[in-house]
């Protein structure tokens, strides 16, 4: 039985929360990048001509033209980031950090954070995020917002965007290909932050990340164990998954984000 009272104690102590989430957030927002589960009925034409049946083997897939590329990323972008809801594991994670001080490093790229309204300047999209556009030449050419390209193509009115730059495609701003620019900015406001709070009391809370994503997961144990005013407290994970000089600092409450949330905040 896990001990919540514990890690609501922590909570509550804390100075700052570092929230590290991954795929299992992912999947609580709706976007199973895995699922087979209505791949097929939402996006048939994709799955017949390519034989692609989730939305990452689509995602991984280059297709015959860009503008093609761009009807279909404009239908998932639609689905999942300009038509989201936010969810009750949300809500409540806004509740928890309330009137904290925060940071989010996320490997979810589908702006959920950014829609339920978290400060922008206290997340950072390490695998990026697709309502950004970068160029396709593999020169750092800088990002935009693809939102209003998005609309256009729902409307069926979409152009293929181009790089001011060098007028190359734009593609989306994600790892898909050897080219990916992480957003150096965010990263750097992180670094700031985790310096920042090196002797106050900070949670690191662990939420659905998972081995797609092992740079949120075994350099944040580190940095607990480096700060013995830190904790880590892990929704999802097992005792047995944390190494044991991290033990008495950490909580692994085997659980799953939503219940997780659910114990700790209501
Ligand atoms: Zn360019």
Same mark, same amino acid.
């Given at each position: 039985?896990?001990?919540? *009272? ?9 100075? &700052?929360?570092?929230?590290? &989430? ?7 927002? $709706? ?10 009925? =939402? ?6 001509? /390519? ?26 972008? @639609?689905?999942? *980031? ?17 009137? %904290?001080?925060?940071?989010i490093a996320t490997s979810t790229f589908a702006h959920f954070f950014e829609n339920a309204d978290f400060n922008q300047n206290r997340i950072f999209d390490v695998f990026g995020d697709w309502t950004k556009i ?5 020169? @750092? ?5 693809? =939102?209003?390209?998005?609309? %256009? ?13 060098? @007028? *190359? ?26 310096? $920042? ?10 939420? $659905? ?22 904790? /880590? ?14 033990? %008495?600092?950490?909580? &692994? ?14």
């Amino acid at each position: 039985m896990t001990d919540y *009272s514990t890690a609501k104690k922590w909570f509550k102590d804390s100075d &700052a929360v570092i929230v590290t &989430a991954g795929n299992g957030l992912s999947q609580e927002e $709706g976007l199973d990048i895995l699922s087979e589960e209505d791949f097929d009925n =939402r996006y048939g034409e994709i799955a017949e001509k /390519y034989d692609v049946h989730t939305i990452g083997d689509a995602l991984d897939k280059k297709f015959d033209s860009w503008d093609e590329q761009w009807q279909f990323w404009s239908k998932l972008i @639609n689905d999942y *980031s300009l038509n989201y809801e936010i969810s009750p594991s949300m809500k409540r994670l806004k509740q928890l950090l309330e009137g %904290k001080e925060y940071f989010i490093a996320t490997s979810t790229f589908a702006h959920f954070f950014e829609n339920a309204d978290f400060n922008q300047n206290r997340i950072f999209d390490v695998f990026g995020d697709w309502t950004k556009i970068q160029c396709s030449s593999g020169i @750092n050419h800088g990002q935009k917002d693809d =939102r209003e390209v998005v609309k %256009k193509y729902l409307e069926g009115k979409g152009e293929v965007p181009k790089c001011d730059v060098c @007028n *190359s495609p734009m593609e989306l701003h994600m790892p898909l290909n050897a080219h990916f620019f992480p957003d150096t900015d965010a990263n750097t406001r992180l670094r700031w932050f985790l310096t $920042g709070n090196e002797d106050k009391k900070v949670t690191v809370l662990e939420l $659905g990340v998972d081995e797609t994503s092992p740079q949120l997961l075994d350099p944040m144990v580190d940095l607990v164990k480096q700060f013995p005013s830190w904790h /880590y407290v892990a929704a999802d994970l097992d005792e047995e998954d944390l190494p044991d000089d991290v033990q %008495k600092q950490s909580l &692994a409450c085997s659980s799953n984000i939503h219940d997780f949330l659910k114990e700790l905040v209501d």
